[in-house]
């Protein structure tokens, strides 16, 4: 069981940077496999990444490879999304979610919506040109 909560989000132009945090309560949160995802307006909920429970593997949408890094703190229940390069199309609310890891699951697994157990609410990130 985890709660999690989103902050950071906040307008910014084009080329900037932004730092997404999610903070996690509840126990466990270090056994938790967590993933970042978006869903501009009219648009369906898309996988941004995603970082298994150890932090020592990463996964991206190509769209944000290079762009976006994704880092977990286990010891302060907190997983972050720096966000560098930042485009007008990045628009979104942005939400973090958490699962337990799924025994033998391929990465592509982590990038369901649908396969994520807890989400949080969610902050708004605006990118103008």
């Known amino acids: 069981q985890v709660q999690l909560v989103e902050s950071g989000g906040r307008l910014v132009q084009a080329g900037g940077s932004l730092r997404l945090s999610c903070a996690a309560s509840g126990r466990s949160f270090s056994n938790y496999y967590m993933g970042w995802f978006r869903q501009a307006p009219g648009k369906e909920r898309e996988f941004v990444g995603a970082?298994?429970?150890?932090?020592?593997?990463?996964y991206y949408t190509d769209s944000v490879k290079g762009r976006f890094t994704i880092s977990r703190d286990n010891a302060k229940n907190t997983v972050d999304l720096q966000m560098n390069s930042l485009r007008p199309e990045d628009t979104a609310v942005y939400s973090c979610a958490a699962r337990l890891p799924r025994q033998y699951a391929p990465p592509t697994y982590y990038k369901v919506p649908r396969n994520y157990d807890y989400w949080g609410q969610g902050t708004q990130v605006t990118v103008t040109s």
């Open positions: 970082i298994s429970h150890s932090g020592d593997s990463t």
